[in-house]
């Protein structure tokens, strides 16, 4: 059964190489810097390293670029092409890998605030935070304000999300946001959820976000901004 799985695994993760390959190569060959760069951010997203990047995706498309231009089938003006968009790519990879590691040191904490138990929106959250380099404290559903305080005090995140679905959950987070600042006063905050009004958008150090899509970039901005004070 382990077999099994492992295979499918394997399988799936060949298959989804040799697809991202294709679509890179096919996009170098017409000159489509776009589509490269693409193909080479859903492979970042796939969680390749850089070393497998360069083995089994750029090198083989230029291998084939080479092929076709030894062949006379593409001129050299289309190789020299090809090999421009890899170069730049190659630039891009480097970037996408430094702004994780930047992010590597930075903690963010999530919790739904006392009464609140819905989390699904908060674990979508930790995920995309995760993938993005963030580290992450999970507290969970229906934590009181004076126990997430401490808890922020204790772990010293950058960054708090709150999430408010129920009606009253935006008083509780305000409740919340109130505490933290008094025993960890340097987090910054990140509120979402449909229990929240514009009551919510006036406040500093304060962002809102309609959808977890949103989040990374909420939490870059707030992580941002108390880096500059
Ligand atoms: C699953 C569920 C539960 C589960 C939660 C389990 C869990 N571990 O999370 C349980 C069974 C515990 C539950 C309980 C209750 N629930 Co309920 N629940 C739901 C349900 C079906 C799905 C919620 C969900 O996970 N949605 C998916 C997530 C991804 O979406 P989301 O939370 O809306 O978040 C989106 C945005 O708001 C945003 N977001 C949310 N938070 C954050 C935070 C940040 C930082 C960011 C960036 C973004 C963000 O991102 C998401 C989309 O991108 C909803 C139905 C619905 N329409 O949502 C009802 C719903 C939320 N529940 C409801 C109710 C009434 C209750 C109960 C009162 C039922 C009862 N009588 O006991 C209790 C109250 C519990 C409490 N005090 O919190 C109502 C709320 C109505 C309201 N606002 O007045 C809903 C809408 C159902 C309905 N149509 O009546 N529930």
């Not at 796939?46 to 750029?58: H, K, Q, R, T, V």
């Not at 605030?113 to 404290?137: K, T």
């Not at 708090?160 to 987070?173: F, K, R, S, Y």
């Not at 929240?196 to 941002?224: F, I, K, T, Y």
Request: net charge negative; hydrophobic share 45%.
């Amino acid at each position: 059964m382990r077999d099994h799985r492992e295979n499918d695994s394997h399988d799936s993760r060949e298959a989804r190489l040799t697809g991202i390959g294709r679509a890179y190569t096919a996009a170098v060959l017409r000159g489509d810097e776009v589509a490269a760069e693409v193909a080479i951010r859903d492979a970042l997203q796939a969680g390749l390293s850089e070393a497998e990047i360069d083995d089994e995706i750029i090198a083989p498309a230029l291998w084939f670029v080479g092929e076709l231009w030894e062949r006379g089938e593409i001129s050299v003006a289309d190789e020299h092409i090809a090999t421009e968009i890899s170069i730049r790519v190659l630039a891009l990879e480097r970037e996408a890998r430094r702004v994780v590691r930047a992010r590597g040191g930075a903690q963010v904490m999530l919790a739904a605030p006392a009464g609140e138990q819905h989390v699904v929106a908060l674990r979508m959250i930790g995920s995309l935070l995760r993938d993005a380099g963030y580290g992450v404290v999970m507290v969970g559903a229906d934590v009181p304000a004076n126990a997430l305080a401490a808890s922020a005090r204790r772990h010293k995140p950058e960054v708090i999300c709150l999430t408010a679905t129920m009606p009253g959950g935006e008083d509780q987070a305000l409740i919340a946001i109130h505490e933290i600042q008094r025993q960890w006063p340097s987090a910054g905050f990140v509120l979402g959820g449909r229990g929240l009004s514009s009551r919510s958008r006036a406040r500093p150090g304060v962002e809102v976000c309609r959808r977890v899509s949103e989040v990374v970039e909420a939490v870059d901005a707030v992580v941002q901004r108390a880096d500059l004070n």
